[in-house]
């Protein structure tokens, strides 16, 4: 939320500042500084702040029509809808992994994308399992859980191993 709100006020800046230029190239209110008039016509000042207005305006409308992020998914069954938020999707992810031994802390990310599940995990495990193993039967687990329980079909999980603890105490929250 942050970006979008410095984004429009970028834009009002910028599209301020042009038209304040612009005024000054046909009115001559005395706010250009004179190097400036002396090397270009009103025109082409006037032509060229006109272009930044343009993108001060693009910026402005961007700032607050970027593409939401859904927060579920649609499940479609006999009887009706259903949706499943994407922090039940998270939960059921951080279940499955708790299945398995050798991971002291786990992170996921939900994201959905033309319909299709993705599922990003970043894991701290332990050092002594084997990690190709491990981590294939973490994806493993987590697309076999997830669609058992909520019947959604995860089309990929990607695992990202953070680093290799030594102690002996779990995280998986």
């Not at 000042?45 to 343009?54: D, Q, R, T, W, Y």
């Not at 992994?97 to 990310?109: N, V």
């Not at 491990?134 to 697309?143: R, V």
Request: glycine share 6%; net charge neutral; hydrophobic share 50%.
């Amino acid at each position: 939320m942050l970006k979008r709100i410095l984004l429009f006020v970028c834009g009002i800046l910028v599209f301020l500042g042009s038209a304040v230029v612009i005024c000054e190239a046909y009115l001559g209110i005395g706010v250009l500084p004179p190097a400036i008039e002396i090397n270009f016509t009103g025109w082409e000042i006037a032509l060229a702040f006109a272009i930044l207005a343009i993108l001060g305006l693009i910026a402005m409308v961007l700032a607050f029509t970027t593409k939401k992020e859904p927060s579920s998914l649609l499940i479609a069954s006999e009887y009706g809808e259903v949706r499943v938020s994407l922090q039940t999707i998270d939960s059921l992810v951080h279940q499955g992994a708790k299945k398995i031994k050798g991971i002291k802390e786990l992170k996921s990310r939900i994201i959905v994308r033309d319909g299709s599940l993705y599922i990003y995990v970043k894991a701290v495990l332990y050092g002594d399992r084997n990690i190709p193993e491990l981590t294939m039967q973490l994806q493993q687990l987590i697309s076999e859980h997830v669609y058992s329980i909520s019947g959604i079909n995860v089309d990929e999980v990607k695992v990202l191993v953070e680093n290799v603890a030594t102690d002996i105490k779990a995280k998986v929250s």
